[in-house]
């Protein structure tokens, strides 16, 4: 009787992609709240501040994107490779830790921002109080999103994100009321506030502030780079808002911010990205170390080709009677941005799965070098773009910028992938799959 030997079960046609395809699906149902929330409230801020006021709101959300990064560097990005599909004990443990560094680091970059505003004054100094008070609770909200990712939880996540969606609509309409950037401020911060206490019950664990110089320390090999990589990424946003500012005035990044705002969903998807895709990559990579690139392609074109369509979509079938009921008279001034801001977030988004398979692969060295080149490209050509032709000048510069940088990502994912060791391994493994020759009878 002849032995018929079983052909091993390929990672596609077993019960891995089904649970990763579960667990993607969470994700995705966490950035499509987190994406609608931010979309809506920078709808509204614009709306009902105005151009020069929704700049200052602006100049406000890119400084936190700063803070942001730092947080996620220091804390939850190396969470997010060190405690992702580990016993829940040591997850439990890695999460008291992490969310009590990104509380240190709220009330540290928070009195930098109170000192700073105080020192500024006038309206834009009242925003940025009001961005050192509501900084903690900003930061505890998000690094429990990053650890529900972390432990394969993306449900939890969704419904912290959606506590925070609706605490925000009351808080929102009183800010309205209200009419000025300081209460907008304070309504967006105290909804994530409510949501970070949610995230405290639904995990049982007390954040430890106490850990951050041990965390630091026990995670200085990556978080030293990440922090690097994060802060170039969100430090280029920041740059470019106040070099466009102090060379066009406030007016233009109020345009350029609202014509971003046409493409909340993919901007904010972006920001939230490594929540789903680092831990599903270092997933792929313990089970199917060739199959990482193929994962990379897929994340980062799918949401490229998603993007182009949205603006597409945006430049083709919404009419300015639409634009202006949503947008207000911000309308005006960047819906000429749309199509150089779509080409900007299609660069990005493709970068993105290339960034995922860098981190996945712990190729820090590698990561952070491509986001140094792209930062650099980012500030030099949307500052020069802004020297040239104000508003519109800054986003063409900015869209060649991601483009190119895009490249950059996909080349050093190229080499980091041809460069993987495995755990215990002495020589680098193959993760691409070699050509099959045909065979010789």
Same mark, same amino acid.
């Given at each position: 009787?002849?032995?018929?030997?079983?052909?091993?079960?390929?990672?596609?046609?077993?019960?891995?992609?089904?649970?990763?395809?579960?667990?993607?699906?969470?994700?995705?149902?966490?950035?499509?709240?987190?994406?609608?929330?931010?979309?809506?409230?920078?709808?509204?801020?614009?709306?009902?501040?105005?151009?020069?006021?929704?700049?200052?709101?602006?100049?406000?959300?890119?400084?936190?994107?700063?803070?942001?990064?730092?947080?996620?560097?220091?804390?939850?990005?190396?969470?997010?490779?060190?405690?992702?599909?580990?016993?829940?004990? *040591?997850?439990?443990?890695?999460?008291?830790?992490?969310?009590?560094?990104? =509380?240190?680091?709220?009330?540290?970059?928070?009195?930098?921002?109170?000192?700073?505003?105080?020192?500024?004054?006038?309206?834009?100094?009242?925003?940025?109080?009001?961005?050192?008070?509501?900084?903690?609770?900003?930061?505890?909200?998000?690094?429990?999103?990053?650890?529900?990712?972390?432990?394969?939880?993306?449900?939890?996540?969704?419904?912290?994100?959606?506590?925070?969606?609706?605490? @925000?609509?009351?808080?929102?309409?009183?800010?309205?009321?209200?009419?000025?950037?300081?209460?907008?401020?304070?309504?967006?911060?105290?909804?994530?506030?409510?949501?970070?206490?949610?995230?405290?019950?639904?995990?049982?664990?007390?954040?430890?502030?106490?850990?951050?110089?041990?965390?630091?320390?026990?995670?200085?090999?990556?978080?030293?780079?990440?922090?690097?990589?994060?802060?170039?990424?969100?430090?280029?946003?920041?740059?470019?808002?106040?070099?466009?500012?102090? =060379?066009?005035?406030?007016?233009?990044?109020?345009?350029?911010?609202?014509?971003?705002?046409?493409?909340?969903?993919?901007?904010?998807?972006?920001?939230?990205?490594?929540?789903?895709?680092?831990?599903?990559?270092? *997933?792929? @990579?313990?089970?199917?170390?060739?199959?990482?690139?193929?994962?990379?392609?897929?994340?980062?074109?799918?949401?490229?080709?998603?993007?182009?369509?949205?603006?597409?979509?945006?430049?083709?079938?919404?009419?300015?009677?639409?634009?202006?009921?949503?947008?207000?008279?911000?309308?005006?001034?960047?819906?000429?941005?749309?199509?150089?801001?779509?080409?900007?977030?299609?660069?990005?988004?493709?970068?993105?799965?290339?960034?995922?398979?860098?981190?996945?692969?712990?190729?820090?060295?590698?990561?952070?070098?491509?986001?140094?080149?792209?930062?650099?490209?980012?500030?030099?050509?949307?500052?020069?773009?802004?020297?040239?032709?104000?508003?519109?000048?800054?986003?063409?510069?900015?869209?060649?910028?991601?483009?190119?940088?895009?490249?950059?990502?996909?080349?050093?994912?190229?080499?980091?992938?041809?460069?993987?060791?495995?755990?215990?391994?002495?020589?680098?493994?193959?993760?691409?799959?070699?050509?099959?020759?045909?065979?010789?009878?």
């Amino acid at each position: 009787m002849a032995n018929h030997r079983r052909a091993p079960r390929s990672i596609f046609r077993s019960g891995a992609v089904r649970a990763m395809a579960g667990r993607l699906s969470w994700g995705l149902g966490d950035q499509a709240v987190s994406s609608l929330t931010n979309f809506a409230v920078g709808l509204y801020v614009a709306r009902e501040l105005g151009t020069f006021a929704f700049g200052i709101f602006s100049l406000v959300w890119v400084t936190y994107g700063v803070v942001l990064n730092v947080s996620r560097g220091l804390a939850t990005d190396p969470m997010m490779v060190r405690f992702s599909a580990v016993p829940e004990e *040591r997850w439990r443990v890695g999460v008291a830790s992490a969310s009590g560094t990104a =509380i240190g680091v709220g009330c540290a970059t928070g009195l930098i921002s109170l000192i700073a505003g105080l020192a500024a004054g006038g309206p834009l100094g009242n925003a940025f109080v009001a961005l050192a008070v509501v900084m903690p609770g900003l930061l505890l909200q998000d690094a429990w999103r990053f650890a529900f990712f972390a432990r394969g939880q993306g449900k939890k996540a969704f419904f912290n994100d959606l506590v925070c969606g609706v605490a @925000l609509v009351p808080a929102l309409f009183i800010a309205g009321r209200i009419g000025t950037v300081v209460a907008f401020v304070l309504a967006w911060g105290i909804a994530a506030a409510l949501a970070a206490g949610y995230g405290w019950f639904q995990t049982g664990i007390l954040p430890h502030p106490r850990e951050l110089v041990g965390w630091l320390r026990s995670q200085r090999d990556l978080s030293v780079r990440y922090l690097v990589e994060n802060v170039s990424n969100s430090g280029a946003s920041q740059l470019r808002a106040y070099g466009l500012g102090a =060379i066009a005035g406030i007016t233009a990044v109020g345009a350029v911010r609202g014509a971003e705002q046409l493409l909340g969903p993919f901007l904010a998807l972006l920001m939230g990205l490594s929540l789903v895709t680092v831990a599903e990559g270092a *997933r792929v @990579l313990q089970r199917a170390p060739h199959r990482l690139k193929h994962f990379c392609v897929i994340l980062g074109g799918g949401q490229a080709a998603a993007a182009l369509c949205w603006g597409l979509g945006l430049l083709l079938l919404l009419p300015d009677s639409a634009g202006h009921w949503v947008m207000g008279d911000v309308w005006d001034s960047s819906s000429p941005l749309i199509l150089p801001v779509t080409l900007a977030v299609v660069g990005a988004s493709f970068a993105t799965g290339a960034a995922a398979g860098l981190r996945a692969l712990g190729a820090a060295k590698r990561s952070l070098r491509s986001q140094l080149v792209a930062s650099l490209f980012y500030v030099s050509f949307g500052i020069t773009g802004a020297f040239l032709g104000g508003a519109a000048g800054s986003a063409w510069g900015v869209a060649t910028a991601t483009l190119g940088g895009s490249v950059v990502w996909w080349l050093q994912l190229r080499i980091g992938l041809r460069e993987y060791v495995p755990p215990g391994a002495d020589e680098p493994t193959v993760v691409f799959e070699p050509i099959k020759e045909p065979i010789k009878e």
